[in-house]
T-cell receptor, first 115, second 115 residues
Framework: DQQVKQNSPSLSVQEGRISILNCDYT??????FLWYKKYPAEGPTFLIS?????DKNEDGRFTVFLNKSAKHLSLHIVPSQPGDSAVYFC??????????????FGKGTHLIIQP | ETGVTQSPTHLIKTRGQQVTLRCSSQ?????VSWYQQALGQGPQFIFQ???????GRGNFPPRFSGLQFPNYSSELNVNALELDDSALYLC??????????????FGEGSRLTVL
C-alpha cells in the first residue's frame, strides 16, 4: 500500500518553461513534506520542504504547494534549466512521532529538461 | 565539513551470505538512518539510530540489524541474504530527536547485488 504516490514516472519539459511535479498521499498523519533530487550515482539531496500549516513555500526557482484537503502537493520549477534534469522524490514525515518512523518516499519522477 | 560517506560502494554476495555496510555521518549529526532503494522504487526506511540506540524501524525483518557507534558512525548488517535484498542501500544523517524536521543528508549509497 503506497502512502506517497508519484504517478508520473517521467516528465519532459523544454528549457525555460515551467516544470510541475505532482505527488499524492493517503496518510492523514503526515504533516511535513519534502522534495529530494537525485542525480545518477549520487545520494538524494534535499531540495525544499513544507509544513502542513502552510500551503506554499518558495525558495528561488522552486515552489512547493500543498493542498491538504486533496492530500496533494506539487513542486514547481521555473524557469527550468538543464541542470534540473534528475529524479525527484516526494517524501512525507510525521514529526509528532519524534521522527522515528523515517521518511516515506514516492517512487520518483524523472524530469528531463530539453534544450 | 565532511559529508556522509559509505563503504563499500559496490559489492556482490551470494544467497545465504551475510553483509556489513558502513556509514560515517556528517559532522555534528547524531542520528543515522538507513534506507533500501530497489530498482525503480523510492527509498524505503529500514531503521534509525539516535545516540547509539535504535529508535525507529520500518517493515524489515530482524535479519536486518544495525549499530551506531559513539562517534555516530553506523553499520547495517544483513544476514541470510536473499535475491530480493539486491538494492542500493542509502545511509542518511541528521540532527535527531524531536528537533528532526525530516531533512536528511544522504551518502552516495552501497549497491548490493545478491546472486
Amino acid at each position: 500500500d503506497q502512502q506517497v504516490k508519484q504517478n508520473s514516472p517521467s516528465l519532459s519539459v523544454q528549457e525555460g518553461r515551467i516544470s510541475i511535479l505532482n505527488c499524492d498521499y493517503t496518510n492523514s498523519m503526515f504533516d511535513y513534506f519534502l522534495w529530494y533530487k537525485k542525480y545518477p550515482a549520487e545520494g538524494p539531496t534535499f531540495l525544499i520542504s513544507i509544513s502542513s500549516i502552510k500551503d506554499k513555500n518558495e525558495d528561488g526557482r522552486f515552489t512547493v504547494f500543498l493542498n491538504k484537503s486533496a492530500k496533494h502537493l506539487s513542486l514547481h520549477i521555473v524557469p527550468s534549466q538543464p541542470g534540473d534534469s534528475a529524479v525527484y522524490f516526494c517524501a512525507a514525515f510525521a514529526p509528532r512521532g519524534g521522527g522515528a518512523d523515517g521518511l516515506t518516499f514516492g517512487k520518483g519522477t524523472h524530469l528531463i529538461i530539453q534544450p | 565539513e565532511t559529508g556522509v560517506t559509505q563503504s563499500p560502494t559496490h559489492l556482490i554476495k551470494t544467497r545465504g551470505q551475510q553483509v556489513t555496510l558502513r556509514c560515517s555521518s556528517q559532522s555534528g549529526h547524531n542520528t543515522v538512518s538507513w534506507y533500501q532503494q530497489a530498482l525503480g522504487q523510492g527509498p524505503q526506511f529500514i531503521f534509525q539510530y539516535y545516540r547509539e540506540e535504535e529508535n525507529g524501524r520500518g517493515n524489515f525483518p530482524p535479519r536486518f540489524s544495525g549499530l551506531q557507534f559513539p562517534n555516530y558512525s553506523s553499520e547495517l548488517n544483513v544476514n541470510a541474504l536473499e535475491l530480493d535484498d539486491s538494492a542500493l542501500y542509502l545511509c542518511a544523517s541528521s540532527l535527531g530527536g524531536v528537533a528532526n524536521t525530516g531533512e536528511l543528508f544522504f551518502g552516495e549509497g552501497s549497491r548490493l547485488t545478491v546472486l
